[in-house]
């Protein structure tokens, strides 16, 4: 962790972009401290589908167990998955829709355990019609959980949104 005076780490990644058709990433942190180990995950992909689509896609996942006098552990994993559209003919059309899932337990503080997760939906579009004219929409949900020493709070909030913007002077 931060701040060890005697710390170890390894450290792996690998990227794949040799093909034009998808690309992929990983990488492993493990790290041996004096207070506390820590292990690091990312993944992530992305694929063209066809000429227009492109899949998306990426984890990172994180878990940080305290040791010594010091107890407990902080764990969060958050998940991204999607799909982006760009009209390749005329270019008129693009867009992106995107879901994420988020987890976080923390049990560090001796008597408290928090527990949150989250999970997101987001769509995005544009149209342009021809070059100074662009239109812009979104849509966004949101639904969180918190179940924190045994109370249960859930919130959920929305977004709708619209953009129209000109560009009168492209430079």
């Known amino acids: 962790g931060k701040g060890d005076a005697e710390s170890t780490a390894i450290t792996l990644g690998v990227e794949y972009t040799a093909n034009?058709?998808?690309?992929?990433?990983?990488g492993l942190e493990l790290r041996d401290g004096a207070t506390s180990d820590t292990i690091l995950s990312t993944l992530g992909i992305a694929s063209k589908l066809n000429r227009d689509w492109t899949f998306l896609g990426r984890n990172t996942f994180s878990l940080t167990r305290n040791k010594g006098t010091a107890t407990g552990e902080i764990l969060l994993d958050r998940f991204q998955a999607g799909v982006a559209y760009r009209e390749t003919e005329s270019n008129e059309w693009s867009g992106l829709a995107r879901i994420e899932v988020k987890n976080e337990k923390d049990t560090t503080q001796p008597g408290i355990e928090l527990k949150r997760s989250v999970e997101i939906l987001s769509l995005h579009g544009n149209y342009q019609?021809?070059?100074p004219f662009t239109l812009s929409g979104?849509?966004?949900a949101k639904i969180a959980s918190d179940k924190s020493n045994g109370l249960v709070t859930k919130m959920n909030a929305q977004l709708i949104a619209g953009r129209a913007t000109w560009e009168f002077a492209p430079r």
């Open 129 to 131: 019609p021809r070059r």
């Open 138 to 140: 979104r849509y966004a």
């Open 20 to 26: 034009p058709m998808w690309k992929g990433t990983a």
